[in-house]
């Protein structure tokens, strides 16, 4: 069975500046997908962004970066010039690629705080 | 942007009383999700619906758990007999399709407390 494990409960940083989520996993499949969610205190998960296993290019969307590094199964999140609209818990997840298995494997989640 | 919409935000309940939660995915999606989040707890996967029924469900889903989709926007969580430990953030979530990169959109979830 596949786990996700994130290693940093609680993250802070300082607006402006950069910060990185750690993400491991544990798969024995070759294909599969990685997301990672932000969960502010209202509470309603919200995609930030996105990485098929098969590419090589590490996705990207506006401040938000990912360093993926299959061999190590590892899926960090950079978030650079930091907001305080970024503070939330941050939720890494894994989904297998094809057949029936569509849901999503959360690790246990970052809480990120940035300071003013 | 269209939303998950789910009532009712807090649900308490007596232990042993049966409980229904609701959830309005967003209307062109076709494959419905229900997680749980225990507080201080990792979100887990419930069940998937497609189609009218049920098309995958974890260890967790036992025969307590129900899924129901009786109109053609809402789609429902009954939990029978209702334990302390079932007390925990639920979570609907909606996805055009059931694999690949298409993100799943969640709701706000509903917190329920069983006491």
């Known amino acids: 069975a596949q786990t996700v494990t994130q290693s940093q409960p609680e993250m802070s940083v300082q607006e402006a500046e950069t910060v990185t989520l750690s993400c491991t996993y544990d798969?024995?499949?070759?294909?599969?997908?990685l997301f990672w969610y932000k969960q502010p205190p209202s509470r309603q998960m919200i995609l930030v962004i996105r990485?098929?296993?098969?590419?090589?290019q590490n996705a990207t969307e506006n401040r938000f970066s990912v360093n993926f590094q299959k061999a190590a199964k590892s899926f960090s999140l950079k978030i650079s010039d930091s907001q305080l609209g970024d503070a939330a818990m941050y939720f890494c997840?894994?989904?297998?690629?094809?057949?029936?298995?569509?849901?999503?494997?959360f690790g246990k989640g970052t809480k990120l705080s940035v300071k003013p | 942007e269209p939303e998950v919409t789910q009532t009712p935000s807090h649900q308490v309940t007596q232990m042993g009383q049966e409980v229904i939660l609701r959830c309005v995915p967003i209307?062109?999606?076709?494959?419905f999700y229900w997680y749980r989040q225990i507080l201080g707890q990792k979100v887990e996967f419930l069940v998937s619906?497609?189609?009218?029924?049920?098309?995958?469900k974890s260890e967790i889903f036992d025969d307590q758990f129900s899924v129901e989709r009786p109109d053609g926007s809402n789609f429902t969580l009954k939990i029978r007999s209702t334990k302390l430990e079932d007390s925990a953030m639920y979570f609907c979530?909606?996805?055009?399709?059931?694999?690949?990169?298409?993100?799943?959109?969640f709701g706000d979830g509903t917190r329920l407390s069983i006491l």
């Open positions: 979530a909606s996805s055009v399709v059931g694999q690949g990169s298409q993100p799943q959109h």
């Open positions: 798969t024995s499949e070759s294909d599969y997908y």
């Open positions: 990485q098929e296993a098969y590419k090589q």
């Open positions: 997840a894994y989904r297998s690629y094809g057949g029936s298995q569509g849901n999503l494997i």
């Open positions: 209307s062109n999606h076709l494959y």
């Open positions: 619906f497609y189609n009218n029924e049920i098309s995958e």
